[in-house]
Every structure is written in C-alpha cells, then in structure tokens.
C-alpha cells in the first residue's frame, strides 16, 4: 500500500491517515494490523549530568579499583540502574542485587552491603572520575 500511500496521492493520504489515526498509522498499517512503535530512551547522561560530576581534585574517589572495569561494564551498570529507578519492581531490584553482587566479587572490596544502590551509584562516579 506504500504506492497507494505515497505515490498515486502524493503523500496526501499517508498524511491524512497518520495524522487521522488513533495510532499514527498509515494505509497500509490498518490493512496489515500493525503499528510502529517508538521507545525513548532517556538513560543517557546529559553534558550538565557529566559536568556536575566532581574532578579528581575535588572528590576522592572511594573505590580505585573500579579502574579496572571497562566501559561496557559501567554502561550495564548505568543502565540497571537506571531502568530500576524508572520502573522499580522485583525484576530490576534482583537485577541490582545480581550487579552488586557482581561488583563486590569483582573487585573485592569490602562493602558492609546496607545501601547497594548508593554503592553503584558511588562506583560509577568513581570510575567516571578516574577515568576522564
């Protein structure tokens, strides 16, 4: 229906559909009973995020070993995070728990484990400090 859409009206009847739809669909969605759906992502730091990050001259950083994770390593962690503090249920907080675990184990620092989020929210400044 792309030709229909798009070609024989000039776009006009896309654009008519789209913005007609209870769900932005065009001719050819309604016939095949699909929709698009578009996720937002918004776990990505912002520059003002990053910049209210302390320097090395300023903030001691707690844990040094987390220099020895990479990048991929805090990207999960950021992102875990993250999703726990945007959808807090049982899935994520044993998906924090699991990475705290992880963390520990890794990088065997003694933690006495009562605030686990506080621990890999310090872990990601820490590296993100260490490491720019």
Do not use: C, W
Request: hydrophobic content about 40%; glycine content about 6%; cysteine-free.
């Amino acid at each position: 229906f792309l030709i229909v859409d798009y070609y024989l009206s000039l776009g006009v009847l896309g654009a008519l559909l789209i913005g007609s739809s209870a769900k932005a669909q065009r001719l050819g969605d309604l016939t095949a009973h699909t929709t698009v759906v578009r996720i937002k992502q918004d776990l990505h730091f912002t520059l003002s995020d990053i910049l209210k990050i302390n320097t090395i001259e300023n903030y001691t950083p707690k844990f040094p070993e987390v220099k020895s994770l990479g990048e991929k390593d805090m990207l999960l962690l950021k992102q875990t995070l993250g999703r726990y503090q945007a959808h807090p249920n049982s899935s994520h907080k044993e998906a924090i728990l699991l990475l705290y675990d992880k963390m520990v184990d890794i990088l065997g620092v003694d933690h006495n484990g009562r605030d686990k989020i506080g621990f890999l929210k310090t872990l990601l400044r820490d590296y993100i400090v260490l490491t720019r």
